[in-house]
């Protein structure tokens, strides 16, 4: 009768020498240690050669000594058939103390093997955990490589063993799948590379040379540094810089912000290209690899280091990018605090003008400095953001798109001083503008008012009371869209928004027409329409019949019906009045609202 996997016990298998202190498994000499002490000489391997050459190397190292138990119990036995020699390897390792092993399935045939259970109470597991916390992959390498190595032995063809489930990895067991090498998928297959045939010494080796090339990339990169400082204290601009680092990494090289280029060093013009298209609609062009890299002081970014070549950058580059990042911070850093105080300056320059206190003497020196000709025709653009909380990276963003052109800041308010030769359509103008900060910040609302055109720096201030006067009109009028008005378009009422409170002004209007307002759009009839002809005629009856093509007995029932809805009495000269300003501001919104439309749909 043959031997059965489940007969194992481990004082027949095990012959124990007290005297000589030996430990004998058939032919092979056998050690009894202390998970505790496995579990250390893990540990270091892992700390001394990194995770992935550990995992190889213990799974080699289980492979041999499951296959060499193989070899060892299949000679001690006669046994019963194939599938009880290959159960003794779970009793055995049960035995040894390693794991607790539980088949649930086991079907082979001449060239095929399909083997699967449960490993409980795995010591790797658990010195896995203990040492490390939980991984992102299975950690019972040595077991894998034993079960891998005794069944190849015991079955006689190659035998890949997988981990399907781990505690190592917060599974609830360790489950492994084994299979011949013809079944198994690709990421089973991919454990192959572990098996090959490699020394703890090679290993080391293969470190030290790491070791010694992380050194010259040290020595590399220090150097780079070195010739990167000089060129700080030599004072020399960022586009020398950027020259330089691309002569270095062999790569295009660009530094930009907000998608506004500060330096750039392309190689090609093929890379510029595809620098544009990158940035314009965020596709890369097929084989170019770009890697970004933020330039950050004083807690906010200045700035976006842009690589691009073949290949992605590798140990070497990184190191040498992290010493660019250093000077670069320094380099925009300070070029930041220039334009900031510079900013300061030109701030405080326009705010007295627009304050009137200044003097003709300072105001020429201080003109000339800041390159402002006084003498040629100027309006004041007048720009409120909401929320407010982005006003200063709206500001940014407008001096970099506008960068010919005087913007700055003055209390809630971008200010933007537009020679009149810029433009001779001012409302598409702001559209744009408008149109321009919309794209680049989403949920921002902005406002754009636009004041008269000054020939002069005294009535320069005279510009900026008419835009912000319109910029706020606009935000009351339309608090939930984004609106830019002119002075042209508003002039009629311009008076009247610098001298009342904006809010009353339409409180106003409504309580006087709205009303008439209302009984129009629900009746579609032209009462407002009429009241305006009645007004612009003086309340002569036969002259605003006759403009609207009316009988005088038709008119004098819609304006007796427009008296009833207003409650006001057209009779008087006070009764006019207001329905004159009240017409004057609701057709100024309908104005501005009919051209906010057609310039958007292009008309």
């Not at 020699?85 to 649930?104: I, N, R, Y």
């Not at 321009?436 to 720096?457: C, D, H």
């Not at 027409?513 to 329409?529: C, P, R, T, W």
Request: proline share 1%.
């Amino acid at each position: 009768m043959g031997m059965k996997a489940h007969h194992l016990h481990f004082q027949n298998l095990v012959d124990i020498n007290p005297r000589t202190g030996t430990i004998m498994l058939h032919d092979k000499r056998m050690v009894l240690m202390s998970v505790e002490a496995l579990g250390i000489l893990r540990r270091d391997l892992i700390d001394t050669l990194g995770i992935e050459r550990a995992k190889g190397f213990l799974m080699r190292y289980g492979w041999a000594c499951g296959y060499r138990d193989g070899e060892s119990i299949e000679k001690m036995f006669e046994w019963d058939s194939i599938e009880e020699l290959m159960l003794s390897g779970p009793a055995l390792h049960t035995l040894e103390g390693v794991v607790t092993v539980e088949a649930d399935r086991l079907e082979l045939s001449d060239d095929k093997l399909y083997f699967s259970g449960s490993w409980v109470n795995s010591y790797e597991a658990d010195e896995h955990i203990h040492h490390y916390g939980h991984h992102d992959e299975a950690v019972c390498w040595s077991l894998i490589g034993y079960a891998s190595g005794f069944l190849t032995k015991t079955f006689g063809r190659k035998v890949l063993v997988s981990e399907k489930y781990c505690r190592g990895k917060k599974d609830e067991k360790c489950y492994f799948v084994a299979k011949t090498i013809e079944d198994c998928d690709e990421k089973a297959l991919d454990d192959l590379r572990y098996y090959n045939a490699e020394s703890l010494q090679s290993e080391l080796d293969r470190v030290h040379q790491e070791v010694q090339e992380l050194n010259r990339n040290i020595i590399e990169s220090e150097k780079i540094q070195k010739e990167l400082t000089e060129l700080l204290l030599e004072d020399k601009d960022i586009q020398q810089t950027t020259t330089f680092i691309s002569s270095v990494l062999q790569r295009s090289v660009v530094i930009d912000h907000l998608n506004k280029i500060h330096s750039a060093t392309f190689t090609s013009d093929f890379d510029e290209l595809a620098y544009q298209k990158w940035i314009t609609l965020g596709k890369t062009t097929n084989g170019l690899q770009f890697e970004t890299f933020d330039i950050k002081g004083d807690k906010r970014i200045l700035g976006r280091l842009v690589l691009m070549g073949e290949q992605p950058t590798n140990t070497k580059e990184k190191m040498i990018i992290e010493r660019v990042l250093m000077v670069c911070t320094i380099q925009m850093f300070h070029q930041w605090k220039l334009i900031q105080s510079r900013w300061r300056k030109k701030e405080d320059f326009f705010d007295d003008i627009l304050n009137g206190v200044y003097d003709e003497e300072t105001f020429e020196r201080q003109a000339h400095i800041f390159e402002y000709n006084a003498n040629e025709p100027n309006r004041i653009l007048a720009i409120k953001i909401t929320p407010k909380g982005q006003l200063q990276e709206v500001l940014q963003f407008l001096s970099m798109e506008y960068y010919y052109l005087d913007v700055f800041q003055k209390n809630e308010y971008i200010l933007i001083i537009l020679p009149d030769k810029e433009t001779d359509n001012i409302e598409q103008y702001l559209l744009d503008m408008l149109k321009n900060v919309q794209r680049k910040f989403l949920r921002v609302k902005a406002y754009i008012g636009s004041g008269r055109v000054t020939k002069s720096v005294g009535s320069l201030s005279k510009s900026f009371q008419d835009a912000a006067s319109i910029c706020d009109f606009i935000q009351l009028a339309y608090p939930s869209d984004s609106r830019s008005a002119t002075y042209e378009e508003l002039e009629p009422i311009t008076l009247f928004l610098k001298g009342t409170d904006q809010e009353e002004l339409f409180m106003f209007c409504t309580e006087t027409i709205g009303k008439l307002v209302a009984y129009d759009e629900a009746n579609q009839s032209n009462l407002v329409v009429s009241l305006k002809s009645y007004l612009d005629y003086n309340g002569n009856l036969q002259q605003t019949a006759k403009d609207l093509h009316l009988s005088v007995a038709g008119l004098r029932y819609r304006i007796e019906k427009i008296e009833s809805l207003c409650d006001i009495d057209l009779k008087t000269g006070s009764g006019r009045f207001k329905c004159q300003l009240a017409i004057r501001i609701y057709l100024t919104l309908q104005i501005l609202n009919k051209n906010y439309i057609n310039q958007v749909k292009g008309v």
